[in-house]
Each structure stands twice: as structure tokens, then as C-alpha cells.
């Protein structure tokens, strides 16, 4: 993409590109937005129109 990346390591090759890019939408989609091609791809197609929680996420699993 000509928008850039959404950091240094995500230079890496294709795959560091786009695993960098979901832990950004799962843990700060805020500053995705800047890279809007980007965000939509991850909204539409890999999470079908969710923004997960990242609070939720950040929670420790309960014990049994």
C-alpha cells in the first residue's frame, strides 16, 4: 500500500505488515484511522465490521 505502515517492523515483509496492522486495530483502531485503506480492510474483510473490545481483550482469563 502507498499509505505507509503502521510501524518500523511492519517493514519487515507482507506478513509483518499485516500482523502488525491487526494488533493495531485490536489494541489502539484509533490510530489506524490514519491509514485508512488499511483500517477498511481490517473492519470489512477480517473482522466483518466489529472494533473489538480492547478492554476486554487486556482482561486476564478467569480460573475455573
Do not use: H, W
Not at 13 to 37: C, H, I, W
Not at 40 to 45: E, G, H, I, L, T
Amino acid at each position: 500500500s502507498s499509505e505507509g505502515y503502521v510501524s518500523s517492523y511492519a517493514l519487515k515483509n507482507t506478513q509483518e505488515d499485516f500482523a502488525e496492522t491487526y494488533s493495531q486495530y485490536v489494541f489502539g483502531p484509533a490510530r489506524l484511522l490514519e491509514f485508512k485503506e488499511k483500517f477498511r480492510f481490517m473492519n470489512q474483510v477480517v473482522f466483518s465490521g466489529n472494533i473489538p473490545n480492547s478492554f476486554i481483550l487486556s482482561l486476564p482469563f478467569a480460573s475455573p
